[in-house]
């Protein structure tokens, strides 16, 4: 059974910072590129940063400088490092991973998965 489960949102004034985890069980965690999306209410979930397998990161132009995705294999777990954290950042934020129909082990990799989600409240 796979899971993705998100921790480390909550509320926090503009400037501030917070740090997103999300610990993986079920998936060979090292073949999957991992990726963080929001979701505001009305509006469609938007990619935030991603990091793949190999380690090559991207990131959304509005959070350049701010965000920092990271992934420990060791631990089956991706980051998101969040500094000065903006009232526009305020969403849910979802764990997305991804084996880009990698070939590991024999056979195809495809289906990506999603975590519940854990909410970023950015408010003074």
């Known amino acids: 059974q796979v899971q993705l489960v998100e921790s480390g949102g909550g509320l926090v004034q503009p400037g501030g910072s917070l740090r997103l985890s999300c610990a993986t069980s079920?998936?060979?965690?090292?073949?999957?590129?991992m990726g963080w999306y929001r979701q505001t209410p009305g509006k469609q979930r938007e990619l935030v940063a991603t990091?793949?397998?190999?380690?090559?990161?991207d990131y959304k132009d509005s959070v350049k400088g701010r965000f920092t995705i990271s992934r420990d294999n060791a631990k089956n777990t991706v980051y998101l490092q969040m500094n000065s954290l903006k009232v526009e950042d305020t969403a849910v934020y979802y764990c997305?991973?991804?084996?880009?129909?990698?070939?590991?082990?024999?056979?195809?990799?495809?289906?990506?998965?999603w975590g519940q989600g854990t909410q970023v409240t950015v408010s003074s």
């Open positions: 997305n991973a991804d084996p880009k129909r990698r070939y590991y082990s024999g056979r195809v990799y495809f289906n990506d998965y």
């Open positions: 990091i793949s397998s190999g380690g090559s990161t």
């Open positions: 079920g998936i060979i965690f090292s073949i999957y590129d």
